[in-house]
């Protein structure tokens, strides 16, 4: 470690009580030098970035396979001090002091700070995340470089929640529906059938979800109407999902006796610690489904499943006042924005609204020919 240098240390003041970032807002804070002794540097500089990045690996025989993917959607560099030799890029900005002026390459024994102050694109980008085989990640790192000698750095993460777009409400907003009847065999006899509607799509952490079924039992057998809201994490490397699946909470409904039809309200209460879903994001995606099934004594469940979208839990959003869509469109968004197009640094103007568009709803998972087959996996997460 250089004696020269005791301390470089970045930092940025919080702007609400969650410590939570979004779309436009200004991250401003210091970088923080501390050196012993006189000293003279090449540069300073902070940077500011926003990636996702996949990692896993896989063993076939005696060969061990990396799957590695990586998603820039910015990054911005403001330099205190730049090196003369290096060529300045596009996304590259030299800062004065409070004087206006240029920072002095010579710095004296003590602390010195050096504030920045950086805007968060507009764009449409997934939120902070950490999962078992990949990450998103909003970054503040300083470098700090000096001749003959090895480059000091540091970092800090902030916590990016997204904005929900206007074009995405009516999706959040759509009802759902759908049915399943079955016959039974073997040791039952008869048919079971039901009729399900969901109010929303979208719902925030600690929201009442209610669900409407009309439940048919026509059978010999009293059945229950169970409920299952589970979790995918699906990471995308080199043409392959690395796919982790989770229960996460169940629900069990009242007996409905044989020969008996019956309409049956549930409100399920969203877990308040939830983490939002990603759906916007090329290598990473958190999903979430409703699984509603009917436990049949001896026979298969028949079962319907729905997504269902998390929203930021501080993220506030009135859908209410919103027209809901007259039905639920196939689910999943691309991201849109141009992560490798222009940047925003500090004090930069948003963009235009016409430069968000609304989104397409892409293929379902098994209409990508990237995916690989799921035979062995259990098939109530399949879908």
């Known amino acids: 470690m250089s004696t020269t240098v005791k301390r470089l240390e970045v930092t940025y003041q919080p702007i609400n009580k969650d410590n939570t970032f979004t779309n436009g807002d200004m991250v401003s804070g210091k ?5 012993v002794k006189d000293c003279e540097i090449d540069s300073l500089s902070i940077k500011f970035k926003g990636k996702s990045e996949v990692l896993w690996t896989e063993r076939h025989g005696q060969t061990t396979v990396v799957y590695h993917s990586k998603e820039k959607y910015f990054s911005v560099t403001q330099f205190f001090i730049r090196d003369q030799k290096t060529i300045v890029a596009d996304e590259e900005m030299l800062l004065a002091n ?5 920072y ?3 710095v004296t024994p003590g602390c010195h700070d050096y504030p920045f102050t950086f805007q968060i694109p507009l764009t449409n980008m997934p939120p902070s995340f950490k999962g078992r085989v990949g990450k998103i990640v909003y970054l503040l790192e300083a470098k700090l470089s000096r001749s003959m000698r090895i480059n000091k750095k540091d970092s800090t993460k902030i916590s990016f929640v997204p904005k929900t777009f206007a074009c995405d409400l009516p999706v959040l907003m759509a009802p759902q529906h759908d049915s399943k009847d079955k016959k039974l065999k073997f040791f039952n006899s008869g048919t079971v059938a039901m009729d399900v509607n969901i109010e929303k799509t979208g719902f925030h952490p600690g929201e009442g979800m ?3 079924a009309h439940i ?9 109407p169970k409920y299952c809201v589970y979790r ?9 999902r690395n796919l982790d699946t989770k229960d996460l909470f169940k629900e069990v409904g009242d007996v409905i006796p044989s020969s008996t039809s019956t309409n049956v309200t549930r409100v399920i209460t969203i877990p308040p610690d939830l983490e939002p ?12 489904r409703l699984r509603v099934y009917l436990d049949v004594k001896y026979a298969s469940d028949p079962k319907l499943k729905f997504p269902i979208v998390i929203l930021p839990a501080s993220l506030d959003v009135t859908m209410a006042a919103l027209p809901a869509a007259t039905a639920a469109p196939a689910f999943g968004f691309e991201p849109f924005g141009n992560p490798d197009g222009p940047v925003l640094g500090a004090m930069a103007p948003p963009p235009p609204a016409a430069a968000l568009q609304p989104l397409e709803p892409p293929p379902p998972y098994m209409a990508y020919g990237m995916y690989p087959p799921l035979n062995d996996f259990p098939s109530k997460y399949q879908s």
């Open 277 to 288: 879903s990603i759906l916007n994001c090329n290598n990473i995606k958190t999903e979430y």
């Open 104 to 106: 002095n390459r010579l």
């Open 232 to 240: 995918k994490h699906s990471f995308f490397a080199s043409g392959k």
């Open 31 to 35: 970088v923080t030098l501390e050196v």
């Open 98 to 102: 409070q004087n206006l002026q240029t």
């Open 216 to 224: 048919q039992n026509n059978s010999s057998r009293e059945i229950k």
């Open 210 to 212: 209610k669900v409407v």
